[in-house]
């Protein structure tokens, strides 16, 4: 079992920057592929970055590419996002979610592991 848990959410203004983590306890991350995920009000769950922890492999959803940096701290076993010039439109609760394979995967029923979530709000 993993257990992970999101911090790093806050209200902000557009163009601001935040930095997201999740801590990932139970056991190391080591063959597990780790992403970020968002849901706004209304809106589905969408995928937003992904890396394959072995590698340091990174996919990014179109939406994000450029803005957001996801990366992996070996040491805390730890994820973390790194979200630049935030938009309006980036409103919404982010979740951090795990599953053990080889290849990021887009679609949210692959991941088995799933934290509690954490809000981030983009003012204009």
């Known amino acids: 079992q993993v257990q992970l848990i999101e911090s790093g959410g806050g209200l902000v203004q557009a163009g601001d920057s935040l930095r997201l983590s999740c801590a990932a306890s139970?056991?190391?991350?080591?063959?597990?592929?780790m992403a970020w995920f968002r849901q706004a009000p209304g809106k589905e769950r969408e995928f937003v970055a992904g890396i394959r922890w072995n590698t340091g492999a990174t996919a990014y959803a179109d939406s994000v590419n450029g803005r957001f940096t996801i990366s992996r701290e070996s040491s805390k076993n730890t994820v973390n996002l790194q979200m630049n010039s935030l938009k309006p439109e980036d409103t919404a609760v982010f979740y951090c979610a795990g599953t053990w394979g080889l290849t990021v995967l887009r679609d949210r029923q692959g991941y088995n592991y799933w934290g509690q979530g954490t809000q981030v709000t983009v003012s204009s």
């Open positions: 139970g056991r190391p991350l080591r063959g597990y592929i």
